[in-house]
């Protein structure tokens, strides 16, 4: 991703669709799908379908269907959640098996049975709470600071600018959680 765009293109033509394949699994959701973007669709499509972790192929095939200039565009899948009724002993047991796909913690975002988002909570707040404490107890509900995926990239800029943001949580209309936007993004 780092690459100017001429060698990127460059370095892609050079691998073949499993090779490619193989390298795009080990991205953030987001960066692979703005690599695959830029291909044609048989591509796309012969790359996806060398993917050996359905996971990512499914999260990036997702997020190919926004446009680039939206937040859903900007998302990526991975984040790190916790569920309301989690003792902080579950929850932290769940995270470690989340953090394999997450590269950067900056919030634990809370969500209910239906997947929704309903609160935020710090890392260091789970860290110090005790075990048998459930996360209801422990998150953030009061001005819950997010975007839908079909929010513009500005609004996004100037969101996460205007409250110093660097991950914001990305809701559906239905207001599930379905990715994050950092500060990188």
Same mark, same amino acid.
């Given at each position: 991703m780092e690459l100017e765009?001429?060698?990127?293109?460059?370095?892609?033509?050079s691998l073949s669709s499993k090779e490619m394949a193989d390298q795009l699994e080990n991205l953030d959701s987001d960066d692979a799908a703005d690599i695959?973007?830029?291909?044609?669709?048989?591509?796309i499509q012969e790359v996806i379908s060398q993917m050996e972790d359905d996971e990512a192929a499914e999260d990036i095939v997702d997020l190919?269907?926004?446009d680039d200039d939206t937040a859903g565009g900007l998302m990526q899948k991975e984040f790190f959640q916790a569920h309301v009724e989690w003792t902080v002993r579950r929850a932290i047991m769940e995270l470690r098996k989340q953090a394999e796909d997450v590269e950067k913690v900056y919030n634990i975002f809370v969500v209910n049975e239906a997947e929704q988002l309903v609160g935020?909570? !710090?890392l260091k707040r789970l860290i110090f709470a005790d075990t048998r404490t459930t996360?209801?107890?422990?998150?953030? !509900?009061?001005?819950?600071i997010k975007v839908t995926t079909s929010d513009s990239a500005e609004e996004v800029a100037r969101?996460?600018?205007?409250?110093?943001?660097? !991950?914001?949580?990305?809701v559906d209309y239905q207001n599930?959680?379905?990715g994050r936007i950092t500060l990188d993004d």
């Open positions: 765009e001429e060698v990127r293109d460059r370095f892609l033509a695959l973007g830029d291909l044609p669709d048989e591509k190919l269907n926004y935020v909570l !710090s996360i209801e107890e422990l998150y953030q !509900s009061k001005n819950i969101i996460m600018e205007k409250y110093d943001l660097v !991950s914001i949580p990305v599930k959680l379905v």
